[in-house]
């Protein structure tokens, strides 16, 4: 299966992170220096929505508790071992596709 919308480009400007549904599952959707990146929009932790956190560069902070998470390649900062599943994101004609069954983890970007 294939590639959901998910957004406007125009909505994710450079810096941005956003919550978005993709068949009602979560993604945190974030554009680092232009470069978009999606990983699944649940924290691990206790839950919360990663969408809603902030971007430091490609560092995305969770908005309950601050775990931070590498949106590249989904990993904890402190505890590799927790990792974000990742997934692919198309850009066509200024609209931003992702598809959630593209789980990447363990695997290069
Ligand atoms: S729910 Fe994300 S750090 Fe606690």
């Known amino acids: 299966m294939p590639f959901e919308f998910a957004a406007k480009l125009h909505d994710i400007p450079p810096g941005a ?4 549904r993709i068949q009602g599952v979560p993604v945190a959707l974030a554009n680092v ?3 978009l990146f999606a990983v699944e929009g649940t924290c691990p932790h206790r839950g919360a929505p990663l969408g809603q956190g902030a971007l430091h560069g490609a560092t ?3 908005p309950w508790h601050a775990w931070a998470f590498d949106c590249v390649t989904g990993e904890h900062d402190y505890n590799p071992a927790i990792c ?3 997934y692919e994101v198309m ?3 200024g609209e931003v596709f992702i598809n959630i069954e593209s789980d990447a983890r363990g695997s290069s970007a």
Do not use: A
Not at 17 to 20: I, S
């Open 84 to 86: 974000l599943k990742r």
């Open 60 to 62: 995305l902070v969770c």
């Open 91 to 93: 850009v066509e004609n």
């Open 33 to 35: 220096e232009g470069k």
């Open 17 to 20: 992170l956003r919550d978005v």
